[in-house]
Nanobody
Framework: QVQLVESGGGLVQPGGSLRLSCVAS????????IGWFRQAPGKEREGVSA??????RIWYSDAVKGRFTMSKDKTTVYLQMNSLNPEDTAVYYC????????????????????WGQGTQVTVSS
């Protein structure tokens, strides 16, 4: 059974940084594309970043490109978030899909069938 567990959220001041972690199994990361999504109150869930299974291709949304960095090791996927601003406030989720990696696909929440429980990120002074 594939499980994803996020951690690392919290309260940070504008301009600050946080690193989110998503723990999966080694097998999961070999066979699933992993995505990070976020959902702010009253807004739809939006794709933030995604990383391929094997060759580590990475997609970033325009909203976070240049500020966020996604990476992974054998069992954990990370989202390093720098230069945070209040618009980044949301619940952040990691998700897994067995589908192939394509930018127009991996940014859609409907492509993912396994989700973590989410971790709250609040950017406020």
């Amino acid at each position: 059974q594939v499980q994803l567990v996020e951690s690392g959220g919290g309260l940070v001041q504008p301009g600050g940084s946080l690193r989110l972690s998503c723990v999966a199994s080694e097998l999961t990361l070999q066979y699933y594309v992993i995505g990070w999504f976020r959902q702010a109150p009253g807004k739809e869930r939006e794709g933030v970043s995604a990383i391929d299974k094997s060759d580590d291709r990475i997609w970033y949304s325009d909203a976070v490109k240049g500020r966020f960095t996604m990476s992974k090791d054998k069992t954990t996927v990370y989202l390093q978030m720098n230069s945070l601003n209040p618009e980044d406030t949301a619940v952040y989720y990691c998700a897994a899909t067995p589908l192939g990696f394509a930018p127009d696909l991996v940014q859609r929440s409907s492509a993912y069938n396994i989700w973590g429980q989410g971790t709250q990120v609040t950017v406020s002074s």
